[in-house]
Every structure is written in structure tokens, then in C-alpha cells.
């Protein structure tokens, strides 16, 4: 692993900063250059075990399964932009056919965009639409994109929403973070506050109900730090959603595609949403932003919504490809996620009772946080050691992405090998133990 950084690699980081705009960036200079199934390679060929999947992009292998690449070059050699949204193409309408088989029956309508914020400000936009009501409700800790509709659902970090707003007609609620509860109540004898809130505060005082149009809620948080709800939580929000005649929106961009161990990962809470998004994952590598909607929502009037890029004809060759090996190899993902999940937790499990700076361990299949504090007993956020042990594993060949404030994500690919589990969980203990000492 690269003790110190080349010449090559310095010279793109100073040229990076030189011309490119300000954005998120890991706190370790990882320059990427190729990928193949568990692992990651810099531009120096430094060898890097990823669990990033490249913010959950990459779900069946870094660089993506051989079938996908291939149906992307060759649809690359016929044509790739269509302009589908103006005039019309096959592959498109197949790959929505296809890709409503993985839905409920009471699903039937889809849009293409390029990524998860359009996928959301689609759903915004169509919720509005179809129940003639302006408001909408978020989640605290909740991130839907950056665009200026979707950014008003996010509610992540405060530096996402300074200088942009206001944002005046979306109302946030706390999420179910348990670790963390905002009531100073523990799961499950809570009786499940958060939800009740919702009731007797945003639905009674801030905002009529009859005003609502959807709630849109991530069935595990990404970006606000890996947060697993429980299942009645989840549940608790369709009902009132239902009792309302309020539509429910589920982020499934991070979290879906076998993600959390299943395609939807509302399918864990055993409910239905009426609107689904998607991105990352469906496309294979290539942009692809996905909005379903239940067919008895009926359709848009022609014009109000449209782009130009989606349902691009090689990132729908991608997704199509993507969606062949899903279906596939469904059983052996569904059975590898559930073992990987179940070993990666147990690992983490004995860490969390070694360590004291590693707070809290959770997650849906191989959708997996953990939360780094100063101390058990005051919880207080370890931000400043979390990098810590984001660098030291970069430096020992492991590549691990930041959430919330303090928290690790462990994504690998669904279709990473043991042992390559097994050592990218021990370079993490390695870097877990090391400043769990310097913390004391």
C-alpha cells in the first residue's frame, strides 16, 4: 500500500483542486483506475479491498459482472442516447416490463432519469401530481439528493442545506434511531415514540394531513449514518400514511437492488410504498435514476415531467444485463447475503464488546453501520477518530466510506469471497484497536 503518494498522483490531486468545484471527498487520496470483483486499484496498481462497492453501485462485483460490461459495449456500438423522453425505443420498454416483474402486481408505470435526486424530484413532483397536495414530510437524518426539491427532503448535515433554502413546505420528524432515540426512550418499550410524534405534532399542529401528499422515508438510512429502523416503525408510517390518504415514498436508492438481502428493501417491514426510487446499483456502473409508482396512481399529464438522458440506451443495456444476473443467481444472493450479513455482524458484535470506541453495530444484510464515540457511557461522536480509522485502513489496503457523524460503512460487494471478508474485517479491527488506544 502506498506509504507515500507518486509523483503521478500528486500532480491529479493538485490539478483536481485546481479545477474542479469543492465536493465530498473520503479524508484518504484514493485516485481510482480499475476494479475487478473484491478488489479496487489505484492509479500506482496499489491492490485495494473494497467495501465501498463504489457507494453501493457496484452490488455483484467492482467493475460489474462480464455479462453487464459487455451488453453496455455492445449497445455502445449501435447507439446510446435515443432521446427516448421525445421520441421512442425498444430497450427501454422491455427493461421496464422486465424490471415491474420484481415489483408488486399493483405497480405498473416507471420513469427513467440519471441518478438518485432526479429519481426523488420525479417522485416529489409526481406525488404532488397525482393527490393535488403541497406539502411533504421527511425524515431527520434522512438523504434524498442535492437538486433543490430533493435537497428540501434532505436532512442530513446542515452544510447540505446552508445558503440554499428556504425550504418552507417540507416537515421533518425524527427516524427511529434507537442508538440515539430523540425521547430518551429505548426500543421496544418506547411503544414507538417517533411515530406517535408524528401524530400528535407534525400532523395536528404543523400541518393539516389533508395537505400532505407523501411521506418520503429511506427503509434504512444512508447517508445520515446507516440507521436500521425497527420493523414497527416502518409499519407505523404506512398506516398513517394510509389513514391519511398520504402516499409513501421509498428511498430504495442506496438501499436497494439486494442491498439489505432482498430487491426491495421495504420487503424487510413486510409493507408496500406507493412510489419507489432507484439509482446506484441499477445501472451497472452506468447513471440510471428509476421512479415506479402503483398503476392505480393513473399517469402524468404529457409534458409536465421529461429529461433528456434517460432511459439512455447503453445505461439501460446495463441495468437489463443487471437485472438478467439478479434474477439468475436471486437464490444464491438472497442465501450469500444472508450468511455474509450474519457474519460480518458477529465480527463486528465482538469488536463492539472488545473496543470502547465502537459505540453501536447495525444493518439490513449487507447494508451494515457502525458508530464510533469517545466513550460507551456519553456516546459522544467520535468524528475525529472515525477518519482515523478510515485512513489507517486505506493504508493497509481496505477502502471504507464515512456516514453521519461518525459512523463506517460496510457495503462490499454481495458477491465478495471469504476470505477477502475476512481480511478487510480484521485491517478494520486492526484500525479499530489501534485508536481505540490512542482514545483512552
Known amino acids: 500500500m502506498p506509504s ?9 490531486l493538485k490539478r483536481d483542486r485546481k479545477v474542479l468545484l469543492t465536493t465530498t471527498r473520503v479524508p484518504y487520496p484514493f485516485i481510482a483506475s480499475r476494479g475487478e470483483g473484491d478488489f479496487a ?8 479491498i473494497d467495501f465501498t462497492s463504489f457507494i453501493a453501485v457496484y452490488n455483484f462485483g467492482i467493475g460489474s459482472p462480464a455479462s453487464v460490461r459487455s451488453a453496455i459495449s455492445k449497445q455502445a456500438g449501435k ?3 435515443s432521446a427516448f423522453y421525445d421520441f421512442n425505443a425498444q ?11 420484481m415489483f408488486p402486481k399493483s405497480f405498473g408505470r416507471m420513469f427513467f432519469s440519471n441518478s438518485g435526486t432526479e429519481a426523488n424530484e420525479a417522485a416529489l413532483k409526481f406525488s404532488r401530481l397525482f393527490t393535488k397536495r403541497q406539502y411533504t414530510l421527511a425524515f431527520y437524518g434522512a438523504f434524498h439528493g ?55 405534532n407534525a400532523l395536528s399542529k404543523d400541518v393539516s394531513p389533508r395537505e400532505v401528499s407523501a411521506i418520503f422515508i429511506e427503509p ?41 438481502g432482498k430487491f426491495l428493501a421495504m420487503d424487510n417491514f413486510g409493507v408496500e410504498a406507493d412510489i419507489y426510487t432507484m439509482a446506484k446499483a441499477s445501472g451497472g456502473g452506468l447513471p440510471l435514476g428509476i421512479t415506479v409508482t402503483r398503476s392505480s396512481l393513473g ?16 445505461s439501460i443495456a446495463g441495468a437489463s444485463a443487471v437485472l438478467d444476473y439478479v434474477k439468475k443467481n436471486m437464490s444464491m444472493l438472497t442465501k450469500a447475503s444472508d450468511e455474509k450479513s450474519r457474519f460480518i455482524m458477529k465480527r463486528l458484535d465482538e469488536m463492539k464488546e472488545r473496543y470502547e470506541i465502537l459505540g453501536d453495530v447495525r444493518g439490513l444484510g449487507m447494508m451494515i453501520g457502525i458508530e464510533l464515540v469517545t466513550d460507551k457511557e456519553s456516546k459522544t461522536p467520535a468524528a475525529t477518530q472515525r477518519d482515523e480509522v478510515l485512513k489507517h485502513c486505506y493504508s493497509k489496503g481496505l477502502l471504507l466510506l464515512p456516514a453521519g457523524v461518525s459512523s463506517i460503512r460496510i457495503i462490499p460487494p454481495l458477491t465478495v469471497s471469504r476470505p477477502s471478508l475476512e481480511k478487510g474485517l480484521d485491517i478494520l479491527e486492526e484500525a479499530i484497536k489501534a485508536t481505540n488506544a490512542r482514545t483512552k
Open 4 to 12: 507515500r503518494l507518486s509523483k503521478k498522483a500528486r500532480s491529479i
Open 41 to 48: 486499484y489505484d492509479i500506482d496498481g496499489n491492490k485495494f
Open 79 to 81: 447507439l446510446m442516447h
Open 91 to 101: 430497450e427501454p420498454v422491455e427493461y421496464a416490463e422486465k424490471l415491474l416483474t
Open 146 to 200: 442535492r437538486t433543490l426539491g430533493s435537497l428540501g427532503l434532505t436532512a442530513s448535515r446542515v452544510v447540505q442545506h446552508e445558503r440554499f433554502g428556504p425550504f418552507n413546505s417540507v416537515i421533518h420528524v425524527p427516524y427511529a434511531y434507537c442508538y440515539r432515540c430523540p425521547f430518551g426512550k429505548e426500543y421496544p418499550s418506547c411503544g414507538i415514540a417517533c411515530a406517535d410524534y408524528i401524530k400528535k
Open 220 to 260: 434504512m438510512q444512508g447517508e445520515g449514518g446507516y440507521i436500521a429502523p425497527p420493523k414497527e416503525f416502518v409499519k407505523e408510517i404506512r398506516k398513517i400514511a394510509t389513514e391519511n390518504g398520504i402516499l409513501l415514498v421509498s428511498d430504495e436508492v442506496q438501499a436497494g437492488y439486494m442491498r439489505t
Open 299 to 314: 399517469d402524468i399529464p404529457e409534458g409536465a415531467h421529461s429529461n433528456t438522458f434517460g432511459g439512455n440506451l447503453a
